[in-house]
């Protein structure tokens, strides 16, 4: 049977070109390295901004922009420092955190002309009806400031207490011998904390239809953490940062000190140091906290100084809390005295998880410290050298204000003598701070040596050599200064034998 020939069919044409799906997977590859480098050069521009405006007062850098895969914002190593280097600040990263990338995209609209922002800017701070907002709608928005490193002593006016963000505790050296603050370098190697760094963290938060609680958090894992709260009412929770409403108020404030081995530490070292027991450190704290608050005019009861007494005895958590009048008592609060205006706030203060009492305090005339002084607080108190009076109108934060405005407007050169009338008629202005101290020798002894830590020094070799910097460390045999460098902060160990000479504020500084 003969077997009928087939024919086979043509193959069909294939179809040309890319497939549709490699077309696709290439349009967002494409679309998320141009975000990738639009966000960056975004962030980049924004840091360099800020860098040119800090220079013009300071010198300032940073190392770029990163965002995060969550969509969070940030700056690596920005470091602004005075000319003299005597003020510093640097922070290892800068993140904005933002609820995610459809926010970030709605901030950095690529399709949004700069004629078009500047016009919504515009409208937004003209307070116009229907305008828009200058941040899209959020829950919460946090800036986050991660290695906090912030030395600000040389710019405090005189009579205030030296401070120190690095244990992100208040009061954290009073009663302590020989000692004005703690660096991490103490916290580490001297309290035995496990600290790595200082980080601080401000924004807000919603908690309700119409509540936000706004917030400020300096925390050092493992010695700290220092934390103010304000809770608000607010028309518009989600654009918080962009509401007007005049009804919009702040209700509440709160300032939570929350131990995390610092108090412990601290305790135990400064007993140690000064060869006494932990009532008798007890007492020297309790006296030298009520001589700082001195500065501020500010005596606290007997009752309220008990229950600090407790949190500094034995850490845990403190809390203190104020009530903020409504305003429609603005006119009548604004006749209070300042100990009635206190009173209306009704202070509570408690300690863990012990009943609330009462925050009461005594208002009384500032008494700022002495404007030299060896050693610590307490040992000026011990030497019974504190000679200082209470000062009429002084009031630190108008000196702090006044030495700002002084740094920032710095005095013209081309500008003439005012006139002798105008000068007679006007109040003798601010003196932000005293005439620089002349350079001081300080003796090789262990004590002189010890009594000058924390201060500003100058090591002078037996070959010649001289270098300066923060006197942090004394030791049988060996002499340890921190001092500034590019990028931030090194110890430098001198053999004390090797030691010619060491200088108090070389160079008047």
């Given amino acids: 049977m003969a077997k009928r020939p087939s024919r086979r069919l043509p193959r069909a044409e294939r179809a040309s070109g890319i497939p549709l799906g490699l077309k696709i997977v290439g349009a967002v590859v494409g679309a998320l390295i141009g975000m990738h480098f639009y966000l960056m050069h975004q962030i980049n521009q924004f840091a360099d901004s800020l860098v040119r405006t800090a220079e013009m007062v300071s010198n300032a850098s940073h ?12 700056i690596r190593r920005l470091r602004f420092e005075s000319p003299d280097g005597g003020a510093l600040f640097t922070a290892a990263e800068i993140e904005l955190d933002t609820p995610g990338w459809w926010w970030v995209l709605q901030l950095a609209n690529p399709l949004e002309s700069r004629t078009d922002r500047l016009r919504r800017a515009f409208s937004a701070f003209g307070g116009s009806e229907g305008r828009s907002d200058l941040l899209p709608a959020t829950d919460q928005l946090y800036v986050r400031l991660r290695g906090l490193e912030l030395e600000v002593n040389t710019l405090l006016p005189t009579g205030l207490p030296d401070i120190s963000f690095a244990s992100a505790a208040p009061f954290e050296t009073a009663g302590c011998s020989n000692v004005r603050y703690f660096v991490p370098l103490n916290l580490e190697r001297d309290l035995g904390l496990a600290y790595s760094r200082t980080d601080l963290s401000l924004g807000y938060r919603t908690a309700g239809p119409d509540r936000v609680v706004v917030d400020m958090d300096l925390n050092a894992p493992g010695s700290m953490s220092t934390r103010f709260e304000m809770d608000w009412r607010s028309s518009r929770p989600n654009h918080f940062l962009d509401s007007s409403d005049a009804n919009d108020r702040p209700l509440t404030m709160r300032w939570i000190l929350e131990d995390q081995g610092f ?16 009532d008798e450190f007890q007492r020297r704290h309790i006296t030298t906290v009520r001589r700082l608050l001195e500065v501020f005019g500010v005596q606290l009861s007997p009752e309220s100084e008990a229950v600090y007494s ?23 609060f604004a006749a209070y005295s300042a100990a009635e205006r206190w009173a209306a706030m009704d202070p509570k203060i408690w300690h863990n ?11 009384v005339r500032a008494r700022p410290l002495p404007k030299a002084y060896g050693g610590s607080v307490y040992d000026l108190l011990a030497r019974q050298e504190d000679n200082a009076a209470a000062a009429a109108g002084f009031s630190p934060i108008a000196s702090i204000g006044a030495q700002l405005s002084h740094l920032s407007q710095p005095p013209s050169a081309a500008a003439g003598p005012p006139a002798a009338a105008e000068a007679s008629e006007k109040p003798k202005p601010f003196a932000a701070r005293p005439p620089p101290p002349k350079p001081t020798p300080i003796a090789l002894d262990s004590a002189s040596l010890i009594a000058a830590i924390g201060e500003r020094v100058a090591v002078e070799t037996i070959d010649g050599r001289s270098r300066i910097g923060v006197l942090t460390e004394v030791d049988p045999k060996v002499l340890t200064i921190q001092m500034n460098v590019s990028g931030g902060k090194a110890s430098l160990n001198f053999t004390r034998s090797r030691i010619r000479a060491v200088t108090a504020n070389p160079d008047g500084r």
Avoid: H, M
């Fill in 310 to 332: 407790g949190f500094a005895a034995k850490g845990g958590k403190l809390t203190l809390e104020l009530t903020l009048p409504a305003p429609a008592d603005a006119k009548q």
């Fill in 63 to 74: 190392r770029g922009g990163y965002y995060t895969w969550d969509g969070n914002l940030g």
């Fill in 263 to 278: 108090i412990g530490a601290r305790n135990r070292w400064c007993a140690q140091q000064a060869d006494i027991d932990a």
């Fill in 353 to 363: 998880n012990e009943p609330r009492s009462s925050f009461s305090v005594d208002l």
